[in-house]
Each structure stands twice: as structure tokens, then as C-alpha cells.
């Protein structure tokens, strides 16, 4: 959530950068400044008021003190009051609509978001590693998985229908080795501490980091109660510490969480319908950071380290690109994505999105913490997948294929499933 002094104050500034995204919120901003002009202007109003009570209850009291009549002035302060009530009520209602419509801004990017529509104009920062080669032709992670009895998609498909998988025998094993190799990596060489959240959140944890009310389409709620299923570890994790002043000497703070995650991925139908690649429910071991303002660009790059560090260890040809204005998410003021090569699909695959937040969802959640100088400030988040588990399976089984339809184990995977070849 943007800070509505900042809007009030900058507001050419804030357009301009909204500008970047190419979303057109022009409107947007008007609209919560006449807001935020009505409301300042019933304060007023109120305070005046407030005022006027004040002088007329002292003069009242002198006047009773002299003995003379005050019903004149009595029944001025009741209209007062009576004013003040609903004035009251309509600051509430101009408070409360401000606020839904700060909801629904999004973030302002950094300068150094580079400007663009969509994906295709994202900057490349690095690419590393050699795609695989093979002197036979590579098979994509659907073949694979079904010859070996690593998955099942038609079993999946009866039981819950498109967009879901069952891992089988030494595919659940696998699926389960690296949620394991991930955690372990993320804890003991990268200093995360381990949190096993909730997978259902109320609807102000979702509100909080961003989701809603902009992305209501793509959750699962339940039922008509007020809770969901969560999209990702980043809603119970960033929200832990909601509503919160911590101290100074409590941050940096950094988790690591490992959960399932439910997108209805409205909107993309059609979309990479085949295999893995986009699911409805998929495993993710996700990275989240809560610093101090000064420290978040840093501890940005930090996080991508972390990431690519997974990708390097299991010998897979990655690349890094910085989001431009128009593919930046909702909540992000910067993003870096890392994808994936997959030889058999022959394509590049997302498997960790690194964003920083600065104090966008801070002040959605009221999380702060307290500086060197007793002063209460909004913390920055950031988080990044640590990776995403279904696209990390696809790019291991084709990357590391062989001629006999086998997969070769990663040297890090080896110690948790016993076995040099799948």
C-alpha cells in the first residue's frame, strides 16, 4: 500500500513512476486524492467543531457559576455534538473507501526497473551454464515421468481434474528429496531459520501481502467463510509478524518455509496445458526477508544468490532477468526472475521470482519496527522462491536424461534418495 502522504505531496512523481507499469492509473490517483481532499476537509470541519464544543462547555460552566441562564448555549453544544457524530461517520465511510482504493494501487517501481509491455522486453542480466546437448533426441518430462512411474497425470486428472499431478514411487521420493535438499541448503549454508506455516489464511493475511483484492479470481476460498487456501508460503510467513513494532536488534529476519500452493490460474486457460509446467496445486520451498529500509536492495541480491545457488548445485543452465514496468507484479518495486532450461520442452521456465517490496506490504500489515532513535518505522519485505518445486522437477528429469530413458541424480540429491540413477 502506498503512503497517501507521499501521494498527496508527490503526486506527479508517483504518477510518473506508476507510468512505468503502463497500467494507465492516472484515474487511480485522482480519485484517492479527492479522497483524501474530502477527508482532510471534514477533519477540519471536526476539529472546528471540537472547538467550538470546548469554548461553549467553559462558558456554559462560567455562566452556571454566576448563576445565569445557559440553555441557549446548552442547546448549541448539543447541535455540536449532534454534527460532530455524523461528520464522524462520514470521515469513516471516506477513510474506508480511501482505503479500499489504496488496496487496489499498486506499487511504484524502482528507477531501475526497466521499461517494457510484457515479458519479452524483461532485462537479461546473466545467463549460466551450458544448456544440455545430447547425441539422441532429449525427451520432454512427460515422457520421461511416465516411463519411469515417476507420475501420474490421467490418475490425477480422474481425481481432481486438469492441473494436478500424482507422484509416484520414486517420484514422490524425488519430489520429497528436494523439498528436504532445499530446506536443508536454505537453514544450514544461508542461515534461514525453518517455519512449517498454516496452508489456510484469513482474508486479512492475503490482504496484507497483496493478493487480495486484487487477485481474487486466482484463490481458492473456502466456502463462504472468510479464508483461503494459500497461493503461496508468502502469505503466512510475511504475515507472521503483522501488526507488530519490533526492535531494532530483531531484524534482519529470515525464514524459510516449505508448502504446497493452490492457484485456480484464472485467466490462463489454455496456457501450458501439458505436463507441469502450470498447476493448480505445486510444492514450493519459499525465502522471506524482513529488514531494515536501508538494507532491502542488498539483501535483494542476496535472495537471488540464495536461488541460483539451488540451480547451480543441481547443474542446471539458468538465466537471470529484471522485470520490466509491465510484467512487474502488484506488490514489487523490483523483481528478478530466474528461469530454468528445459532441453526436453525446449524452453526457458520461471522457477523463482526475487522481489523486494520495500514498505508496500508493511503498511498493509501495520508491521514496523522501532529505529535507533525510538522512532516507529515500516519495515521492508522481500521473498523469493527457494525454488518452485514442479518446473525444478521438469528441468532435473530433462536435463539429466539418458540415452536409456534413465535420469542421472544430481551429486546434492544422492545422500537423500540412496541412488545414483532414476
Known sequence: MLDIKRVRDNADAVRAQLQVRGKGDDKLIDDLLSFDQTRRKLLSEVEDLKAERNRTSKEVGVRKGKGEDASELLE?????????????????????????????????????????????????????????????????????????????????????????????????????????????????????????????????????????????????????????????????????????????????????????????????????????????????????????PEDSYAMLETLVGHAEKVLQDLGLAYRVVTLCGGDLGFGAAKCYDLEVWAPGTDRWLEVSSCSNFEDFQARRMNLRYKDENGKNRFCHTLNGSGTALARLYIALLETHQQADGHIRVPEPLKPYLHADVI
Open 76 to 292: 448549541r453544544m448539543k447541535e455540536v455534538s449532534n454534527r460532530i457524530g455524523a461528520l464522524d461517520k462520514e470521515v469513516a465511510d471516506v477513510e474506508g473507501s480511501q482505503r479500499d482504493l489504496l488496496l487496489r494501487i499498486p506499487n511504484t517501481p524502482h528507477e531501475t526497473v526497466p521499461l517494457g509491455q510484457d515479458d519479452t522486453d524483461n532485462r537479461l542480466e546473466r545467463e549460466v551454464g551450458q544448456k544440455a546437448s545430447f547425441d539422441f533426441e532429449p525427451k520432454d518430462h512427460v515422457e520421461l515421468g511416465t516411463a519411469l512411474g515417476l507420475l501420474e497425470f490421467e490418475a490425477a486428472a480422474k481425481i481432481s481434474g486438469s492441473g494436478f499431478v500424482v507422484y509416484t514411487g520414486v517420484g514422490a521420493k524425488l519430489e520429497r528429496a528436494l523439498i528436504s535438499y532445499l530446506l536443508d541448503l536454505h537453514t544450514t549454508e544461508h542461515g534461514y531459520t525453518e517455519l512449517s506455516p498454516p496452508f489456510i489464511v484469513r482474508e486479512a493475511a492475503m490482504t496484507g501481502t497483496g493478493q487480495l483484492p486484487k487477485f481474487a479470481e486466482d484463490m481458492y476460498q473456502l466456502g463462504e467463510e472468510a479464508m483461503y487456501l494459500i497461493p503461496t508460503a508468502e502469505v503466512p510467513v510475511t504475515n507472521l509478524h503483522r501488526e507488530e513494532i519490533l526492535k531494532p536488534a530483531d531484524l534482519p529476519k529470515a525464514y524459510a518455509a516449505y508448502t504446497p500452493c493452490f492457484r485456480r490460474e484464472a485467466g490462463s486457460a489454455g496456457k501450458d496445458t501439458r505436463g507441469m509446467i502450470r498447476m493448480h496445486q505445486f510444492d514450493k520451498v519459499e525465502l522471506v526477508h524482513v529488514v531494515k
